[in-house]
């Protein structure tokens, strides 16, 4: 059977019917137009304009640009430089993670895969798909396999999960010991609590009972099938017999690295907020002006926000959430700088990745093939001395 791309000077579409496939010929010229691709479009516009309307309108009623400037510019160098420490080693915390997930793959591939990803998910609209994309073409030429590839996806997005709904509910019982936290940041820890619990009652169900994996599974079958059904895709098959092999593997590696995943995983989170910490200091805010529980629930709360990826790394969510949760009753000059603090702070967290992550990215695209390949060199010579 001849595929589209075998048919020079036409292009070719399929018809569904009752029974049969009838593949309609279009001339040379003639314009298809995608729905996918109509949403791509309509996505990224969205996210510009969303993004536009927050640094354009949104931020600037609480300090103007100006002012934001003045209180960068009368920071210290040691100041300055615990920024750029605590920053850099919120970088590489993701690292040790995907290590220990990952213990084929080395730290300097770890980074390489991070750095490759995150540059991708904070440049483009629904750029984390992308990301995956990335991460697999990186792994999969280190020898990491289909199957370890999708248990370490699912295993770290998982305990991500777990962390960001987990994070709130600390922070508000944090707080308490400094003040007393508003109905907004109350609800939040409530919701993240319920389905935190939700979640890993869930999960302890799925790695200790295979009947409730097999249920589930059905579930998920039948609800993807109707999903599928609506938007004209193949569903999915047998997605209870991949859960119990899911279960099996996430099983094992849980319990032979369970707690080096939770360790780097609460770390990752935590070295984020000290960055965040690290600029409120910097620019000259107190304990007194902004504990260091009100940063934490803050951070906790739009962590929790930007679950789903609105915009890319959630720029412009994410200052807007900070700043209006940090700077909520104070005075107009400490309102200036608080935005300060946050802009810096997402400017040490975001930025950097994207310059980084094209060279990594361009390094390893053009590296020789034995350097790309580590894992299946180490493969194929434990295969050869097990033959």
């Not at 209006?324 to 990745?353: D, K, M, S």
Request: glycine fraction near 10%; include cysteine; charged fraction near 10%.
């Amino acid at each position: 059977m001849r595929t589209s791309a075998e048919l020079p000077g036409q292009l070719t579409r399929p018809e569904a019917g009752p029974g049969r496939t009838h593949v309609q010929r279009l001339e040379p010229g003639t314009a298809i137009v995608r729905p996918h691709r109509a949403r791509k479009v309509l996505r990224t516009v969205v996210s510009v304009a969303l993004i536009a309307a927050i640094f354009g309108f949104a931020v600037p009623r609480f300090a103007s640009y100006r002012s934001v400037w003045t209180s960068l510019g009368g920071m210290a160098w040691p100041q300055a430089l615990l920024i750029g420490v605590t920053a850099a080693a919120s970088m590489a915390s993701y690292w040790f993670m995907i290590c220990a997930v990952l213990p084929s793959i080395r730290l300097r591939q770890a980074a390489t895969v991070n750095l490759s990803s995150s540059a991708v998910a904070n440049t483009l609209p629904a750029g984390g798909a992308l990301g995956i994309g990335v991460s697999w073409a990186m792994l999969s030429s280190w020898g990491v396999s289909t199957a370890d590839y999708v248990l370490y996806t699912l295993v770290s997005g998982i305990w991500n999960v777990l962390a960001r709904l987990g994070l709130p509910a600390l922070a508000l019982l944090i707080m308490l010991t400094a003040t007393r936290p508003d109905a907004l940041l109350i609800a939040a820890a409530a919701v993240g609590l319920v389905v935190l619990a939700t979640a890993a009652a869930g999960l302890g169900l799925l790695m200790h009972s295979e009947s409730f994996a097999l249920r589930a599974g059905g579930m998920l079958q039948r609800g993807l099938a109707i999903v599928c059904r609506l938007v004209r895709r193949q569903p999915p098959c047998d997605i209870p017999g991949s859960l119990l092999g899911f279960r099996r593997q996430a099983a094992a590696l849980i319990a032979a690295r369970g707690w080096r995943i939770t360790a780097t995983t609460v770390a990752s989170h935590l070295i984020l907020w000290l960055v965040l910490l690290a600029c409120l200091r910097g620019v000259g805010l107190s304990q007194a002006q902004v504990p260091w529980q009100t940063s934490l629930a803050a951070f906790a709360f739009v962590r929790l926000l930007t679950a789903l990826p609105i915009t890319p790394g959630g720029l412009g969510i994410t200052e807007l959430g900070l700043v209006g949760i940090l700077a909520a009753g104070v005075g107009p000059g400490v309102g200036a700088q608080v935005t300060a603090a946050v802009l810096l702070y997402r400017a040490v967290t975001y930025l950097p990745p994207i310059p980084l992550g094209a060279a990594a990215y361009l390094m390893w695209q053009h590296a020789p093939t034995p350097l790309r390949q580590p894992g299946r060199r180490r493969g194929g010579r434990k295969a050869q001395a097990a033959g």
